[in-house]
């Protein structure tokens, strides 16, 4: 069955607290990870908590990665998500694990938009001129 996506959620447990709460390190990793999967980022933003924690989400052409981290747990939960097949998900998955030195990692990959009635492979953008009319 294709899909029009990928979904992987990594989790990463046992990184070094440091990292975790470093927020020009965190930003700078998951930029760093989306051009690592050949993405196109559009644009990001990150936030980071008192006393601890950083959120962060940077918008690629493809879809998203999102983090959320946990330096007092030495954890962070990642979201990469892309459509189509051009990019490449789990190159930005093991990027992120050596870079937050994650000795416990998990990955897990869903399949977003099942749509069982097409037999090919689905674009991820509709390839035509048509315009969409609003009714």
Request: hydrophobic fraction near 45%; proline fraction near 4%; charged fraction near 25%.
């Amino acid at each position: 069955m294709n899909s029009l996506g990928t979904h992987l959620l990594l989790e990463l447990k046992k990184c070094r607290k440091n990292i975790l709460g470093d927020l020009n390190f965190v930003e700078t990793a998951l930029l760093d990870a989306a051009v690592e999967a050949k993405a196109t980022i559009v644009e990001y933003k990150f936030h980071e908590f008192n006393p601890f924690g950083i959120s962060g989400m940077v918008i690629i052409a493809e879809s998203h990665l999102s983090i959320h981290t946990w330096p007092e747990y030495d954890y962070a939960a990642v979201d990469i998500f892309t459509c189509g097949n051009l990019i490449k998900p789990q190159e930005a998955a093991e990027f992120l694990i050596k870079r937050f030195k994650s000795l416990e990692p998990q990955i897990m990959e869903i399949k977003r938009g099942l749509i069982s009635i097409y037999d090919e492979e689905l674009p991820h953008k509709v390839l035509c001129e048509e315009k969409f009319v609003a009714r």
